[in-house]
């Protein structure tokens, strides 16, 4: 048994690739570190999550070496 398609549409992005776009939103410049406060109002307001929630996918995220937590500052979106 094969399954059917229920749509033709290419799907363009996920759940994580939308919140890395969110959080590179929020910084001025390069290198920059942005703080958790402002990470943690953009992905819960986007998303309708809470702060745990997003913890995890801040640690997802660090995990495919897209950023680079900074404890007690921010995140530091990585240049690879």
Partial sequence: MGKTPITNKERTSGLYTLAF?????????LNEIIP????????????????????????????FEKIK????????IEDG
Avoid: A, M, Q
């Avoid at 937590?69 to 530091?76: A, K, L, M, Q, T």
């Fill in 36 to 63: 958790f406060p402002k990470i943690f109002e953009k992905l819960c307001r986007s998303f309708s999550i809470t702060k745990k929630e997003s913890w995890e996918i801040l640690f997802i995220l660090k995990e």
């Fill in 69 to 76: 937590i900074v404890p007690y500052h921010g995140v530091v």
């Fill in 21 to 29: 776009e969110r959080i590179k939103e929020c910084r001025s410049s």
